[in-house]
T-cell receptor, first 115, second 113 residues
Framework: NAGVTQTPKFQVLKTGQSMTLQCAQD?????MYWYRQDPGMGLRLIYY???????DKGEVPNGYNVSRLNKREFSLRLESAAPSQTSVYFC??????????????FGEGSRLTVL | DAKTTQPNSMESNEEEPVHLPCNHS???????IHWYRQLPSQGPEYVIH???SNVNNRMASLAIAEDRKSSTLILHRATLRDAAVYYC??????????????FGQGTTLQVKP
């Protein structure tokens, strides 16, 4: 079992460029999440998807879009990258069978630098 | 969302028990108490969670106060590998937000050899 897989692991962008972070899970989970973590800070929720076909904003959604492509995949898109979006991005999944009490499984993170 | 309060940092000696406190005075009746930890340069990993009763697993124990306004994560014998940031988080499975987790700053645990 791979768990939660994120690609790419590292990316450098110039201001104004666009890119998509990909996330896939193989645990048949209903819910998926995107978080960002700035240096010395806790994680902040960007967007989440409670189930296939639904997405909702988290704490810091501005500047991002998401797509729940199918049950396995949840992508995060930066349409016009800004230096303030330099961060480490984590994807997570949870809730087999829609029971929202279980643990979240996190990917290894994608480190994004915007110059 | 109900909030949690944790000390910024704690120190422990290797092979000694560690008690990591968390205050959550505004916890609701349906909030579960979750603990995660984040090792350097890694994503968070689940440690333990509970609702009312104390919980044990292979990694740790969770002691929940009778009024549920506080809890303590117990690492029975700290190892150097336990040095991490520990997050105490409340999760409401019945709220409209589908139980998303809101992370705070956490407690940075240092383990000395």
């Amino acid at each position: 079992n791979a768990g939660v897989t994120q690609t790419p692991k590292f990316q450098v962008l110039k201001t104004g460029q666009s890119m998509t972070l990909q996330c896939a899970q193989d645990m048949n989970h209903n819910s998926m999440y995107w978080y960002r973590q700035d240096p010395g800070m806790g994680l902040r929720l960007i967007y989440y998807s409670a189930s296939e076909g639904t997405t909702d904003k988290g704490e810091v959604p501005n500047g991002y879009n998401v797509s729940r492509l199918n049950k396995r995949e949840f992508s995060l898109r930066l349409e016009s990258a800004a230096p303030s979006q330099t961060s480490v991005y984590f994807c997570a999944s949870s809730d087999l069978g829609g029971i929202n009490t279980g643990e979240l499984f996190f990917g290894e993170g994608s480190r994004l630098t915007v110059l | 969302d109900a909030k949690t309060t944790q000390p910024n940092s704690m120190e422990s000696n290797e092979e000694e028990p560690v008690h990591l406190p968390c205050n959550h005075s505004t916890i609701s009746g349906t909030d579960y108490i979750h603990w995660y930890r984040q090792l350097p340069s890694q994503g968070p990993e689940y440690v333990i969670h509970g609702l009312t009763s104390n919980v044990n697993n292979r990694m740790a124990s969770l002691a929940i106060a009778e009024d549920r306004k506080s809890s303590t994560l117990i690492l029975h014998r700290a190892t150097l590998r336990d040095a991490a940031v520990y997050y105490c988080i409340l999760r409401d499975p019945f709220s409209g937000n589908t139980g998303k987790l809101i992370f705070g700053q956490g407690t940075t645990l240092q383990v000395k050899p």
